[in-house]
């Protein structure tokens, strides 16, 4: 397999895969451990992306603060002067970012199930910056009753799904396994009739 930078896995034929697990293993906390230790181990000497922010590069951290996400998202949303931005909007992004929180926590792909809320407007916490950008701009926008809150919305689902998709498995091939039972065995269980 080509070298890529990324991590991989060896799968139970023995042939090199993309990710730092397979997509079809059973997902335990010592396999998550591992895969979060490789991924983070993956080029701990170079730089590379992600050993930044991608949102503020210039503060040399991987996350930002909750208050330059802030910013970030109110002057994309179009207020560009964050000078209009007082402490209770502040305190309402606040709000929305522990939503995210919330978000992330029951994410399937994202492996810090034990993440805390934002208490303050400096904590920072181990979500990509572009996630917490695009969900703050989306609750905002959502709270102006904004045409915005549409197109928001779906970008922030959306990047979220591939970011994390991107930093649990890699970018490698996409496979599909059948789980299912075979069809020749029956269901015990009816199917739905409404109103039986």
Not at 17 to 30: D, E
Not at 49 to 66: E, I, Q
Not at 170 to 194: F, L, R
């Amino acid at each position: 397999m080509a070298d890529t930078g990324e991590p991989t896995h060896i799968d139970d034929a023995g042939v090199e895969r993309p990710g730092s697990q397979s997509l079809v293993s059973v997902v335990t906390p010592a396999l998550v451990a591992n895969a979060e230790a490789m991924w983070l181990d993956n080029g701990a000497d170079n730089e590379l992306r992600n050993r930044k922010s991608s949102a503020n590069p210039h503060l040399n951290t991987p996350h930002s603060p909750l208050e330059t996400l802030i910013e970030d998202a109110f002057s994309d949303f179009g207020n560009m002067s964050i000078d209009t931005l007082d402490g209770s909007v502040k305190r309402m992004f606040l709000r929305w970012a522990n939503r995210i929180v919330e978000d992330m926590r029951i994410h399937p792909y994202f492996t810090y199930p034990d993440l805390d809320y934002y208490t303050t407007l400096q904590d920072i916490r181990p979500i990509p910056d572009t996630i917490m950008q695009l969900g703050l701009l989306y609750h905002y926008s959502k709270w102006q009753k904004s045409a915005t809150a549409a197109v928001a919305s779906v970008e922030y689902r959306t990047m979220t799904n591939q970011i994390l998709y991107q930093r649990k498995y890699g970018s490698g091939k996409i496979q599909m396994n059948t789980v299912d039972k075979p069809t020749t065995v029956q269901s015990t269980n009816p199917p739905y009739k409404p109103g039986a």
